[in-house]
């Protein structure tokens, strides 16, 4: 029986011992793999394959598995990038200046390459440059293209411009969006098939007419919020 014992023990601890080793071979493998494939990003990137220039540029900006942060290297391989036109490069380049990293803050550098990377085309570039006002109209033209997903994603990027860098939001262009957006919602209601569908939608947009009610000044958005409440009441238990 103290065989037995002595002999399970004795496996038990094999196995424990054999699964350390096997995860440090994994470890060890993995970390030359990352090794391996970080130096083949730098090869590319020295013979100006642009695509690895901005990874590797990424890295040096952040941190890498292997590469270790390195901001102002970052900015290096930032600048050589543009040099080749990338309007990604210019983009992020925007954003060192803005916030300083790896470079000296500066707001007017930071516009100027977020101008380029927007004329080249970036299209997260042309979205920061936007103001509440561009939002707000493009979200108008979703809504009578019957594009109303897009609508919403603008009226609620003004509604919740505290999470953003949107710029130029007023409370009257706030209380216009809650108005919006239950328009929205009423013509998503609207095209729904399901009556589940079609309710959640309905009450979404009465939830956004109660906000205009509630806190909006504008007496005509208030009078047509109202009537719009008034005849979901009417319609909600049909």
């Known amino acids: 029986m103290l065989y037995i014992l002595i002999s399970v023990v004795i496996v038990i601890f094999i196995i424990i011992v054999l699964k350390i080793i096997f995860k440090k071979v994994k470890i060890t493998k993995e970390k030359k793999e990352k090794e391996a494939n970080e130096q083949i990003l730098l090869t590319k990137a020295e013979q100006g394959d642009v695509e690895a ?5 990424k890295k040096y900006l952040n941190g890498g598995e292997i590469i270790e942060k390195n901001p ?15 309007a990604e490069g210019h ?45 707000f109209n493009r ?65 979404t947009a009465s939830s956004s007419f109660t906000q205009v009610i509630r806190y909006d000044t504008n007496y005509e958005r208030k009078q047509k919020a109202q009537m719009w409440i008034d005849e979901y009441n009417r319609n909600k238990g049909y």
Do not use: P
């Not at 603008?154 to 949107?166: E, P, Q, R, V």
């Open 72 to 86: 102002h290297k970052g900015i290096e391989w930032l600048n050589k990038v543009i040099l080749q036109g990338s």
């Open 53 to 57: 220039q901005l990874e590797l540029s």
């Open 91 to 135: 983009y992020l380049l925007s954003i060192c200046y803005k916030n300083g990293n790896g470079i000296q803050e500066d707001s007017n550098k930071a516009k100027e390459h977020l101008l380029q990377a927007a004329n080249k085309g970036h299209e997260r570039a042309k979205e920061d440059l936007m103001d509440a006002n561009d939002v």
């Open 139 to 203: 979200g108008l033209n979703y809504n009578d293209q019957g594009e109303f997903d897009k609508a919403l994603q603008d009226f609620n990027k003004i509604i919740y411009s505290h999470h953003s860098n949107l710029k130029g939001v007023t409370k009257d262009l706030e209380m216009a969006s809650w108005f919006n957006r239950g328009v929205a919602y009423n013509n998503l209601a609207v095209k729904a098939y399901g009556i589940n569908e079609k309710m959640n939608h309905m009450s």
